[in-house]
């Protein structure tokens, strides 16, 4: 949400009234793609909320990490969060963020989303286990969250930093200015 207060918006915080995990896996057991994913949870987060608050502009927004064609959401445990990082160590992947803007009375549904490459560096068990001991995953998409501790283990990235924290900024900001006319 910092990112939100950096881009200069006045914004209410809430959570969206779905089953995201059990979306997540019904898209996945579908075959839809990664980046059609997060937008379709970013779409139906925001709608969730379109009702109670139909005379403002809603945000949805998620990411997941995809890999050789594998897609990793939020590991569920630990044991988990473990095979994701073992999985992601030494090589490139990519993160997914798809973003929505909802507007009730003014009936806008829009959805798009950014792409970014990471490549990790070489993780040993010991990274592994030192990460997992000062760091939450469990709430993060690929078991790592880059704005903590996990840069030091990052190689480079080639796209948009904040894709990877959750939100496309640039992107996201002026989609805003375009449905809204700001």
Not at 19 to 47: C, H, M, P
């Amino acid at each position: 949400m910092e990112i939100l207060s950096e881009m200069g918006l006045i914004y209410l915080s809430v959570y969206p009234e779905i089953n995201e995990d059990q979306l997540f896996k019904e898209l996945l057991d579908q075959g839809v793609s990664g980046y059609k994913i997060t937008q379709e949870i970013s779409l139906r987060k925001a709608k969730s909320l379109v009702n109670k608050y139909k005379n403002d502009y809603i945000l949805g927004a998620d990411t997941l990490v995809c890999i050789h064609g594998k897609i990793l959401g939020k590991p569920q445990n630990l044991f988990e969060a473990r095979k994701y990082l073992k999985l992601i160590s030494g090589d490139v992947h990519q993160v997914f963020t798809g973003y929505s803007w909802v507007h009730g009375t003014k009936n806008i549904f829009i959805s798009d989303y950014d792409v970014t490459d990471v490549y990790i560096k070489h993780l040993s068990d010991s990274d592994i286990d030192r990460y997992l001991r000062l760091e939450n995953i469990l709430d993060a998409a690929g078991a790592y969250k880059i704005q903590s501790f996990y840069p030091e283990y990052v190689d480079r990235i080639e796209g948009s930093y904040h894709n990877v924290v959750g939100l496309p900024v640039s992107k996201v900001y002026q989609s805003l200015i375009d449905i809204s006319g700001f």
